[in-house]
Nanobody
Framework: QVQLVESGGGYVQAGGSLILSCAASGRTFSRYAMGWFRQAPGKEREFVAAISWNGARTYYTDSVKGRFTCSRDNANNTVYLQMNSLKPEDTGVYFC?????????????????WGQGTQVTVSS
């Protein structure tokens, strides 16, 4: 079992920045990849970013490339999502997820455990 807890969401104006954190517990953190997804009201949950078990590889959806950076601190069992130049279309609930199988997965079904989400609201 893995428990994931996101934090760092909030309200920000367009062009601003936020850093999301996801604290993991329950299994050896450095043995699995991590991902970030988001869900806007009335829309499907979509992939945002993924990071390999050691942080050496990352992958981003096109709409956030160059603006978002995913990183991890295995010593502290935490993964981060640095979000810069935020846009109103980035608004949504952001979820972190743990992937024990695929590594850099982009599908919801690639992930085994999920956090409860943190709300990000970007005003225009």
């Amino acid at each position: 079992q893995v428990q994931l807890v996101e934090s760092g969401g909030g309200y920000v104006q367009a062009g601003g920045s936020l850093i999301l954190s996801c604290a993991a517990s329950g299994r050896t953190f450095s043995r699995y990849a991590m991902g970030w997804f988001r869900q806007a009201p009335g829309k499907e949950r979509e992939f945002v970013a993924a990071i390999s078990w050691n942080g050496a590889r990352t992958y981003y959806t096109d709409s956030v490339k160059g603006r978002f950076t995913c990183s991890r601190d295995n010593a502290n069992n935490t993964v981060y999502l640095q979000m810069n130049s935020l846009k109103p279309e980035d608004t949504g609930v952001y979820f972190c997820a743990a992937d024990f199988t695929y590594g850099l997965g982009q599908r919801r079904t690639d992930y085994d455990y999920w956090g409860q989400g943190t709300q990000v609201t970007v005003s225009s």
